[in-house]
Every structure is written in C-alpha cells, then in structure tokens.
C-alpha cells in the first residue's frame, strides 16, 4: 500500500514540474497603420526565442508621454487582424480594447499576469522605443512583470538600465508614419487602410 502511494506521489510530482509554462510574445502597438515591419519582427522574435505564440495587442489610447493622434481602435484592430489571420503563431490581444481608456503598459500587464499566472510574457519593442522606456508608466514594476525583448536597428543603442533581451531581425525600413504619409493603398493593400471599410487614411 505504501508502495503504491509513494508511486502516485511521484508520478504526480512529475507530472506538475512536467507543465511548462506557456512563453508567450506581446507585440503592443498603436498599428495605425500596422505593416509588414510588425509582422517580420513578431515572427522573428517566435522563432528566436520559441515560443508559444505572439500577441497583437493594439493600445485603445496611446499612453505615450508625447501624444499619438490616431484613428479609431476598431479599425486599427480590423487590420490587425486581417495582416495575421493567416500565421498560426499570431494572435489578437484584445485586453486594451476591452480596458478602454489610456493603454498604460503596467496595468494591461499587470491584468494579463494576473489572469494566467503561469504564463511568462515577452513584451517586443522595436530598438529605436528603448531608450524611452525611463518614461513609461511604472516601468519599475513593468520590468518584473515581463521580460522586454528589442529588435536592434541600426542607429540605435543596444544598451539599456532595464533588463533587455536582443533579437536581431532584418532591418525593415518602414514605419507606419512614412505609410500614413505616402497613403497610396494599392501599393499595400489591405494594410494600408483601405477596402471594404473605405479610406482610413
Ligand atoms: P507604439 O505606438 O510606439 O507602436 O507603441 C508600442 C507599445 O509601447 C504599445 O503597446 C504602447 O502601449 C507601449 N507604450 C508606449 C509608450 C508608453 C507606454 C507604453 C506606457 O505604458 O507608459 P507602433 O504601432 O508604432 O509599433 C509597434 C512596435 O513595432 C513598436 O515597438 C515599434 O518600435 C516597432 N516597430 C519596428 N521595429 C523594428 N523595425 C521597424 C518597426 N516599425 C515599428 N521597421
């Protein structure tokens, strides 16, 4: 009998030190419009770091220091989801959009973390956000909830006081300003903001 039990003890410790957590990337951003950029950088940092999927999280309102005008969250979420229906490792976070309000970083986090305590979060930032993560709302806290992960580009320190890792990925010479400001749709198609929804643009 007691033979028995110590073998169900085992087994049953083995099985819980056998769950893995679940690693997964947070690509938070105000997508507006979201481009190929985002799709390399999220998918290199999957590969890279194996994990278990990446995240599109669009802010409902750009907590930025330095506001961000912007177009509704809808339609920004809509090309999100349309730019990565097709990547089974991609999915849509949709916590800021049911939040509402200023997107502050921590308290989506701090949301995520407390609903799947078992998950480790890898939040993805593009190099060039780096040097400004002194400004984001209690990054002192926020660097303990998930691990940062930056995408080195060029002309950009690959140092930081806040733990980072560094992914290297393709340099991908585009930003959704230089999008914005071209506004030509048929040279990007459904991410450009245009389609059955009419110009956002
Ligand atoms: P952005 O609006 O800057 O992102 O926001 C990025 C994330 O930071 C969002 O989740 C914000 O809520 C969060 N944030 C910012 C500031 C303060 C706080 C939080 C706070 O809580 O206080 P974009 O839509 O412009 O771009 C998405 C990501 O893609 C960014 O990390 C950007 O750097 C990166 N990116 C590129 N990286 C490499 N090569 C390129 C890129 N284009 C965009 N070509």
Do not use: C
Request: net charge neutral; no cysteine; hydrophobic share 35%.
């Amino acid at each position: 009998m007691q033979t028995v039990n110590q073998t169900a003890t085992k087994v049953l410790t083995e099985t819980v030190t056998a769950i893995p957590h679940r690693r997964v990337g947070i690509l938070g951003g105000t997508f507006n419009p979201p481009h190929l950029g985002h799709l390399i950088m999220a998918q290199q940092v999957g590969d890279q770091l194996g994990l278990d999927e990446v995240r599109f999280m669009p802010d409902a309102q750009p907590p930025h220091v330095d506001e961000k005008k912007t177009i509704a969250v809808e339609d920004r979420a809509n090309m999100v989801q349309e730019a990565i229906v097709d990547n089974p490792l991609f999915r849509l976070e949709t916590a800021e959009i049911e939040r509402g309000g200023k997107s502050y970083t921590y308290e989506t986090m701090k949301f995520l973390k407390a609903k799947h305590p078992d998950t480790q979060y890898y939040f993805i930032i593009g190099g060039d956000m780096v040097d400004y993560l002194h400004t984001w709302y209690h990054i002192d806290e926020l660097v303990k909830l998930v691990t940062f992960v930056g995408i080195k580009r060029t002309g950009y320190p690959t140092t930081s006081q806040y733990p980072v890792i560094w992914v290297d990925a393709p340099l991908i010479d585009i930003s959704s300003t230089q999008i914005r400001q071209k506004n030509q749709p048929r040279a990007f198609g459904p991410l450009s903001g245009s389609g059955s929804r009419g110009r956002l643009y």
